[in-house]
C-alpha cells in the first residue's frame, strides 16, 4: 500500500529555533498533501492544505507566516515552525493523497517539543 | 453539532472481550477511515471504506452509507489494543472525530 514517510519522528529543541518536518510519499505522486496539528488529548486539526507546485492554503487562525508550508514537488512537502514558542509544541501529522479521488495517507507523525 | 460524532469517548474492557466503537458522520463522503494512534502518537490507518464491510485479523469495519454509520469491531481483545481509535471522514477534506480512548485490562 500506499506510504508516506514523515521526518523526523521527534524533535527536542530551545526556544527561538527554526523546526522543518518533511513529509515524503514513497511510492505515489502525492499532488495534495495536508498538515494537521494534535493538542494533547485532542483530535487531529487541518492546519492547511498544499498543492504541488502553488501556495497552500490556511486554515482560519493559522499564521501562514509562523507556519511556511512548502510542496516543491510531488513527492515532498515541507512545513517549517519558524521561531518556534513552547505553545507551538505539538503534534503534527501530514498526509498526502494522489489524483483524482485518491485516499489520504497519513505519516506517522512528529512530536514537537519546545523547551 | 461535530460533523463527526463518535462513542463511546473512553471504553475499559477485560481482555478477551469483544469491542464496538460507533462513528456517525453528517456530511457526503468519499471513503471513512479508522485510525489507530498508540501513546506515542503515530497513526496507523487501520482501514478505508467507502462500503460494506472489511475485515483485517481481530478487525472488523463495517459501513452503512445510507446511515451515514459505521462501526469497528476488535474480537478477543488483548492489552495491546490498548489505543485511541479515531474515525475520519473524506470528503476532499478530512473531518475527524473526537477519538475512542480503549483501555484493555489483563
Known amino acids: 500500500g500506499a506510504v508516506v514517510s514523515q521526518h523526523p519522528s521527534r524533535v527536542i529543541c530551545k526556544s527561538g529555533t527554526s523546526v522543518k518536518i518533511e513529509c515524503r510519499s514513497l511510492?505515489?505522486?502525492?499532488?495534495?498533501m495536508f498538515w494537521y496539528r494534535q493538542f494533547p488529548k485532542q483530535s487531529l486539526m487541518l492546519m492547511a492544505t498544499?498543492?504541488?507546485?502553488?501556495?497552500?492554503?490556511?486554515e482560519q487562525g493559522v499564521e501562514k507566516d509562523k507556519f511556511l508550508i512548502n510542496h516543491a514537488s510531488l513527492t515532498l512537502s515541507t512545513l517549517t515552525v519558524t521561531s518556534a514558542h513552547p505553545e507551538d509544541s505539538s503534534f503534527y501529522i501530514c498526509?498526502?493523497?494522489?489524483?483524482?479521488?485518491?485516499?489520504?495517507?497519513f505519516g506517522d507523525g512528529t512530536r514537537l517539543s519546545i523547551l | 453539532k461535530n460533523e463527526v460524532e463518535q462513542s463511546p469517548q473512553n471504553l475499559t474492557a477485560q481482555e478477551g472481550e469483544f469491542i464496538t466503537i460507533n462513528c456517525s458522520y453528517s456530511?457526503?463522503?468519499?471513503?471513512l477511515h479508522w485510525l489507530q494512534q498508540h501513546p506515542g502518537g503515530g497513526i496507523v490507518s487501520l482501514f478505508m471504506?467507502?462500503?460494506g464491510k472489511k475485515k483485517h485479523g481481530r478487525l472488523i469495519a463495517t459501513i452503512n452509507i445510507q446511515e451515514k454509520h459505521s462501526s469497528l469491531h476488535i474480537t478477543a481483545s488483548h492489552p495491546r489494543d490498548s489505543a485511541v481509535y479515531i474515525c475520519?471522514?473524506?470528503?476532499?477534506?478530512?473531518?475527524f472525530g473526537a477519538g475512542t480512548r480503549l483501555t484493555v485490562k489483563p
Open positions: 471504506l467507502s462500503s
Open positions: 511510492d505515489f505522486q502525492a499532488t495534495t
Open positions: 498544499s498543492n504541488e507546485g502553488s501556495k497552500a492554503t490556511y
Open positions: 498526509s498526502a493523497r494522489g489524483h483524482g479521488n485518491q485516499p489520504q495517507h
Open positions: 475520519a471522514v473524506d470528503n476532499n477534506d478530512m473531518r
Open positions: 456530511v457526503g463522503i468519499s471513503a
